[in-house]
């Protein structure tokens, strides 16, 4: 407490020393003229004065000029020389904090002994002329004045009318601000220091903040609940059991989320991939042999077919594996180089969700590519069946699993271009695996040859196939868009009376959800045909993101969709 002590002394005796030496006198006259305070010296000052002005901060030569002293520069030449000592000691000790105590001391006894005149001017700076009406009304306004400076507020003599009005509101703002001034001076500046610790009023009440409020009143709140659990108070005995009840039914939800979160926990949708082929991938080279030496090709089993002729079944001959094999008619030199491209971009793509080529053979009419076989059926008969309940958890399953196959795709730099539900196989009837088919139309992507063509499904033709722009990776993304909403609602989203009808669709960008399939459908399911069937393809998902999106990702989701497809099954009536 002593050492506090002797440090106040020291500072309050440090600004009666700062303050007499550059307050008094002539110096006042120099601090007038210039309003500013940038320059601390004049002609007439001399060197000692012009070195200790330096050592004042901005703050302290402002708070200086807007009070004016009584003129007592006769004191002042007086004690000039012996105030210089002390201001010395005083930044000397300053800088060495080790011997603060010793000699804190030492200046105590120095103030101490240093006359009535020193005291004099303590109660000039700081109290003001010596009536007390005026003493203490001087006192709120430096305080007040200081206060403002140590919360960083630079003021000049002009805006004396707004100093006055923040005096007027409080100044309770400005009172545990010292960081500004800090940031001002890199060495401790006396004067700050001192408004801090001695011009502070003696009498005033501490603010209570919202904070401490805050406090108080979960204090309150913590001894009323400890009130209660002693059983004092009135109404107690109803507010336990009230008490009990609430927490019982507290504890029956929270048994419920815990049960709920380990079931979504638990709860992982069927995302393994489908099963591969069942031989290693290989690089096909189109052979001018007879395919009937090595393969016996079931005519009468129709697989599917299309545009290039036809699916049949197939065995092979020396290993009686079971494979399918794709007629294409090829008479002319281009349709045999449509399929030779055909065969190079299935040389290149080895992944579980893309059909495998095992052989191809090339004759005068047509060229016969053998692949891996798939039992399940086009994804467009499930879409189709009426009796067939596709759900939207289902269609999740499918959706997922050909971004998989397009974002591999993609990163062979291979573009579908034909991407449609008859081009997409179910593995078997009983799961929901699929593979993706039919690369005829697909194309590598170069990014420095931009790509055109004029070929396609019209239904799920991009708006930049239509118009004959560049096609890249969106391309495919939009015909997914289109596969997304039917499969949702088992409705096609452009399609016209005719074919001209349906383009214009796709170029007016015009679908909506306001069918009545659309009822029960997600929200995360809008969201994301939303954000493929846009028509500037810039800003459609891409493979990746469509795999992060909600409605493929999230787990808790996907439980929902669960519970809601088991509750139709169990409220279904079954057909007689």
Known sequence: MENVLRDKDIWILGSVCVVATFLWGRLWKLFSAKRKGRTAASAGVQAKDDKDAAKLSQKGLKAQKKR???DTSDTSSQNEPV????????NRQNSEHSHAKAEAGNHKGEDRGSGGRRQESVGL???????????????KKVTKEIEEENAGAVFDDSEEEEEDKRAEEGTGKAKGDGKSSSKSEKAPSIIVDICRSSLQPQ??????TEEELGKDDLKESRVGDSEVERGEGPGVEGDAHQ???????????DEEGKEAESAVKEFIIEASPPPLAPFDHRIVTPKPHQITSYYTINRDEVLGGGRFGQVHKCLENSSGLVLAAKIIKARSQKEKDVVRNEVQVMNQLNHANLIQLYAAYESRYDIILVMEYVEGGELFDRIIDEN???????TVLFIRQICEGLQYMHKMYILHLDLKPENILCVSRATNKIKIIDFGLARRYKPREKLRVNFGTPEFLAPEVINYEFVSFPTDMWSLGVITYMLLSGLS????????ETLNNILACQWNFEEVEFTDISDEAKEFITLLLVKSKSWRMSATESLRHPWLSDRSLHYRLNQKKNKCHSTHVPSP
């Open 493 to 500: 989203p452009f399609l016209g009376d005719d074919d001209n």
């Open 243 to 253: 008490a009990s009840k609430s927490e019982e039914v507290k504890a029956e939800v």
């Open 203 to 208: 009498d005033s009440k501490p603010r209570v």
């Open 388 to 394: 067939y309940n596709l759900t939207e958890l289902d």
């Open 125 to 139: 700076i700081l109290d003001g002329p010596h009536t007390s009406a005026t003493r203490s009304e001087d006192r």
């Open 83 to 90: 105030l210089q000592e002390q201001v010395e000691k005083l």
């Open 68 to 70: 004016r002293p009584a």
